[in-house]
């Protein structure tokens, strides 16, 4: 996603999304993402929840970059990548930047890059544990995602 700065400076949104749980395990903020950063961003991440089999990536230079594409099979991650001009390939990332644009985007006139990150971070952090969804049986992202991974333990355990 882009935006712009109050004072015309253009900003980048990568915004990332399970699938499953419709939880946002980031959103990054800055003025440019290169696949470099992408990477990186993964990488941080990974350290933290671990890495999907498959991520859904769109066709802007920083999902097809070189960087990416050597990253992935390394960690064993496929790229799976929607077609040019289908959003309805990835209908939950394109749901959730609606929402990121409506309902902060649109809402904010941000002066720094400080400020943007700030608000897309508190508005990241309700949606993921305020706001239940009915696709989840009313519960958070972050309710939904902590229940699968007690259900998958105790799997393992059993």
């Not at 904010?108 to 706001?131: G, P, V």
């Amino acid at each position: 996603m882009s935006d712009s700065l109050a004072n015309g400076q253009r900003v980048r949104h990568l915004t990332l999304v399970d699938n499953m749980s419709r939880e946002s395990p980031a959103i990054e903020v800055d003025r440019s993402l290169t696949g470099h950063r992408v990477v990186a961003i993964l990488e941080r991440l990974a350290a933290q929840r671990g890495l999907p089999q498959v991520l859904q990536v769109d066709n802007g230079p920083e999902f097809s970059s070189q960087a990416l594409a050597a990253w992935a099979p390394r960690r064993g991650v496929k790229l799976a990548f929607s077609r040019p001009g289908t959003p309805t390939d990835n209908p939950f990332i394109e749901a959730f930047n609606g929402r990121v644009r409506q309902e902060c985007l649109d809402q904010q006139w941000f002066y720094s890059l400080d400020e943007a990150r700030r608000c897309l971070e508190d508005w990241r952090r309700d949606y993921n544990t305020i706001r239940p969804h009915t696709a989840l049986g009313n519960q958070t992202p972050a309710a939904f995602a902590a229940a699968w991974q007690e259900q998958q333990a105790n799997r393992e355990i059993g």
